[in-house]
């Protein structure tokens, strides 16, 4: 039995009514909810349009489309991220160029991203976007990817699904949210995500061409003016309900109460974890705001992943949910098959792969649940150090 689960949405009971207040009308998709839900997200995050979709993987599947990204065509991105941010361009036969992380903050490498982007241009490869993923919430090196964009002529493609809320400094001194610096950017409602719909993403955009298109695209390619079986494009049917959008409309009202609760169980696994030197705690920028999705912790380089499986199955035997966010994508078994990846091929993504250890984490985790974690966390490192891990049993 779970004691402590590894995420918990946070739904009040203003929410569930407003969800029953649209199952009591006739319009369960394409009404009021959804373009007030739209204008609201594209009003928080700083763009001028939102195009809600039935998840984020729909969503980056859109952006890669409406930026006309297509077959052969090269897009560079990280192999240490959730599956959908590497899918979303296999959907169009575009070919993800994986470029390794930066050991600290866990997002793409801009040294290593400068030598692919000159590596596949001697290659003579059709370059055409970057995709950087905000992992855990943590904004990219987004001046230096941005630089690197406009020097090559290459579309940004924000996948922000874990970073609603989150803000860098820019380099003329404003704070600016993520999702507001690539041509598209994309959020997902997943119920692990800072705030949910059960299911669903937003795409957001200042670009006209591509809000147009992206609405057509998630509603079977219909046009604006046409009629319900008017069908411009081969589109899809990636629509969010009203039942979700009511939900979501109603979790961003108080989007900014629900970070604040996050950033302060954040705090408290921070403090209450310092003093423990098997581990590496998520690491602080000066110039940027985490918005918390997940609290993820780092065994040091002299542990192995035998010892952090081993933690992970103490843990669980405890009731506390866990995970090794991520396993890289290039070693999942598809993309090893297709592609021939192979162990060795990125080394900082495998090294923290290996090593990571994503602990219970949302809005009303307890300080007496953090301890108990805290305190099993501490039982699983003993016994490693009294020998009683698996790599000498
Ligand atoms: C959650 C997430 C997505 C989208 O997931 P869906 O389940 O399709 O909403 C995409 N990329 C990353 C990095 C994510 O964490």
């Known amino acids: 039995m779970q004691k402590i689960p590894l995420s918990n949405p946070d739904i009040t009971d203003i929410e569930k009514q407003k969800v029953l207040d649209v199952l009591n009308t006739p319009n369960l998709s394409l009404g009021p909810e959804l373009p007030e839900f739209e204008k609201a997200f594209a009003s928080y995050v700083g763009t001028k349009y939102a195009v809600a979709v039935n998840s984020g993987t729909s969503g980056l599947h859109l952006c890669v489309k409406s930026l006309g ?13 959730f599956i959908a941010s590497a899918n979303c361009l296999l959907f169009e036969r575009a070919i993800p160029i994986f470029v390794d992380i930066d050991e600290k903050i ?4 801009v040294d290593k991203l400068e030598s ?4 596949a241009k001697n290659e003579g490869k059709r370059i055409k976007a970057i995709l950087p993923v905000h992992v855990f919430g943590r904004p990219c090196a987004i001046d230096a990817i941005k630089n690197l964009a406009d020097e090559f002529k290459l579309s940004i493609i924000e ?7 989150a803000e860098y400094l820019s380099s003329n001194g404003n704070w600016k949210k993520t999702g ?9 409602f997943y119920p692990n995500k800072q705030m949910t719909t059960g299911e669903g993403g937003m795409i957001v955009t200042d670009d006209e061409n591509i809000y147009k298109l992206c609405r057509s695209l998630r509603n079977q390619g219909r046009g604006d003016g046409g009629g319900w079986l008017q069908h411009e494009r081969l589109g899809y049917n990636y629509r969010l309900s009203n039942i979700n959008c009511a939900l979501g409309l109603a979790q961003l009202q ?13 705090e408290l696994y921070n403090e ?3 003093k423990i030197n098997e581990i590496i705690l998520p690491q602080k920028e000066d110039n940027k705001k985490i918005s918390w999705f ?4 780092r065994l040091t380089d002299s542990y192995s992943q035998k010892d952090r499986d081993f933690i992970l199955d103490e843990l669980r035997k405890e009731g506390i949910g866990c995970s090794n966010y991520f396993t890289p994508i290039h070693l999942q078994p598809f993309y090893q098959n297709t592609f021939s990846y192979k162990y060795g091929d990125f080394p900082i993504t495998e090294k923290i792969s290996e090593r990571t250890i994503a602990l219970p984490f949302y809005n009303n985790l307890s300080e007496s649940q953090i301890d108990v974690v805290v305190q099993a966390l501490r039982n699983a490192l003993n016994k490693i150090q009294s020998g009683q891990d698996p790599t000498t049993r």
Request: glycine share 6%; charged share 30%.
């Open 69 to 81: 990204i297509k077959d052969g065509d090269c897009v560079f991105t990280t192999p240490f991220s």
């Open 106 to 109: 866990f997002n793409i490498d």
């Open 116 to 119: 692919a982007i000159l590596k």
């Open 159 to 165: 996948d922000a699904c874990e970073a609603i809320g």
């Open 180 to 188: 507001t610096f690539g041509k598209a950017a994309v959020f997902a």
């Open 254 to 266: 108080r989007i900014e109460e629900m970070l604040d609760k996050r950033t302060k169980v954040a």
């Open 272 to 274: 209450k974890l310092k």
């Open 294 to 297: 997940v609290y993820v912790i």
